[in-house]
């Protein structure tokens, strides 16, 4: 059965620094994907990564995948308050959940 | 991007009647839906995943005839949840998967049973 932890589960941000979010999972898959929710809200896709070693950035924030420690890392640099949401990782076709990881960003 | 809607966004109804939510893909077809529920301050967890023209798979634990799927057409995917009660109150959502990997999000839908 697929697993997925992410960490850590609450990360309060300063204004201007640079953070990374950890997404483990337990068994061999061809794609990670990241998503932000905001409070009531549905998903908003982030990234796909489909291939070892892949990168993908997009602002703020940068995402790799390192499939044989099956280890998907999102990182934020120079944190700013409109990055705070919950930020989900899944892994596979089926979209397995991490427990997510609330991000709040303190001026 | 890719839109995929979701009807009704809320819908509050007694305990025992039925509720129907759509999921629509409006600018692709997707052969595959997923469905998905999510309580409060929790993650996803996938319910069950809709094939076009086939029956539903559903995941361990997921009752099949009080969550009623139906994938009719390739942008349309139903769920009905029959015989509601409050402990089904929870944010659905939907997602559509689309070829090079990629699923897109419904809006989600919150039912609230009373």
């Known amino acids: 059965e697929l697993k997925v932890e992410q960490n850590p589960l609450f990360l309060s941000m300063q204004e201007g620094k640079n953070y990374t979010i950890y997404c483990n999972y337990s068994t061999t898959s061809d794609r990670l994907y990241w998503y932000r929710q905001d409070p009531g809200k549905s998903l908003e896709s982030l990234f796909v990564l489909l291939s070892n070693g892949a990168v993908k950035q997009e602002g703020r924030l940068m995402a790799s995948l390192d499939t044989k420690a099956r280890l998907s890392t999102l990182h934020i640099t120079a944190a700013v308050h409109d990055l705070s949401a919950t930020y989900f990782c899944?892994?596979?076709?089926?979209?397995?959940f991490g427990a997510g990881t609330i991000l709040r960003v303190k001026s | 991007g890719a839109v995929v809607s979701q009807h009704p966004s809320r819908v509050i109804c007694k305990s025992g009647t039925s509720v129907k939510i759509e999921c629509r893909s409006l600018d692709f077809q997707a052969t595959t839906m997923f469905w998905y529920r999510q309580f409060p301050k929790q993650s996803l967890m996938l319910m069950a995943t809709s094939n076009e023209g086939s029956k539903a798979t559903y995941e361990q634990g997921v009752e099949k005839d009080k969550f009623l799927i139906n994938h009719a057409s390739l942008t349309l995917s139903t769920l009905t949840v029959t015989s509601a009660h409050p402990e089904d109150s929870s944010f659905y959502i939907c997602s559509a998967y689309r070829d090079r990997g990629e699923q897109y999000f419904g809006p989600g839908t919150r039912l609230t049973v009373t």
């Open positions: 899944a892994v596979d076709a089926k979209l397995v």
